[in-house]
């Protein structure tokens, strides 16, 4: 099982970014995603969740401003970040699995600064 | 929203020591399909998170026996009966019975 975050960078406040999981070693199109993020030096932060019948659910902090989605022709998993703030700095993390969290990919950097 | 409430947020250890950490949650994290989605993972340095032990007390493929998980409901303990150099970093409880799913805040495993 492997995955592999991109996209990441720095950003304005104000603007998008589109996150990427690339996905390996397991029938993607069969397990639900997550997203979760680490601001630099606290603790993990649950963002989103992709069901393998693409149903989601969200953080109340992201709500409105974030959307999760799959391609599984790709096995790719994806996170569109809108309307970014300063909160939202943190490494972005794609980990495997509805309930168990079981493979996490090495994370990416996302900064938010004007 | 389901609060998870680990203690304590730093643990100092000598080698070889056993320690415990407790992870507590607001309401009980049994599912209705009778599974218990609460699960251990450890952040080492400079690394990403990795799964110890999920559904409570089942230990993870490759993860070292010393690693242990207990408890029911609400409240659930994970100790290491022999602490190693490895096990040093952040261990945080997750739950994964309700969404939004949630993360302990963790506790920091140091060498005394």
């Known amino acids: 099982v492997q995955l592999v975050e991109s996209g990441g960078g720095l950003v304005q406040p104000g603007k998008s970014l589109k996150l990427s999981c690339s996905a390996s070693?397991?029938?993607?199109?069969?397990?639900?995603m997550h997203w979760i993020r680490q601001a630099p030096g606290k603790g993990l932060d649950w963002v989103a969740y992709i069901s393998s019948s693409s149903g989601t659910v969200y953080a109340d902090a992201v709500k409105g401003r974030f959307t999760i989605s799959r391609d599984n022709a790709k096995n790719t998993l994806y996170l569109q970040l809108n309307s970014l703030k300063s909160e939202d700095t943190a490494i972005y993390y794609c980990?495997?699995?509805?309930?168990?969290?079981?493979?996490w990919g090495q994370g990416v950097m996302v900064t938010v600064s004007s | 929203d389901v609060v998870l409430t680990q203690t304590p947020p730093t643990l100092s250890a000598t080698i070889g020591q056993s320690v415990s950490i407790s992870c507590r949650s607001s309401q009980s994290l049994l599912h209705s399909n009778g599974n218990t989605y609460l699960h251990w993972l450890l952040q080492r340095p400079g690394q990403s998170p990795q799964l110890l032990i999920y559904s409570v007390s089942r230990l993870e493929s490759g993860v070292p026996n010393r690693f242990s998980g207990s408890g029911s409901g609400t409240d659930f303990t994970l100790k290491i009966s022999g602490v190693e150099a490895e096990d040093l970093g952040v261990y945080y409880c997750?739950?994964?019975?309700?969404?939004?799913?949630?993360f302990g805040a963790g506790t920091k495993l140091e060498l005394k």
């Open positions: 980990a495997r699995s509805s309930h168990y969290f079981d493979y």
């Open positions: 997750v739950q994964g019975t309700h969404a939004p799913y949630t």
């Open positions: 070693g397991f029938t993607f199109s069969s397990y639900g």
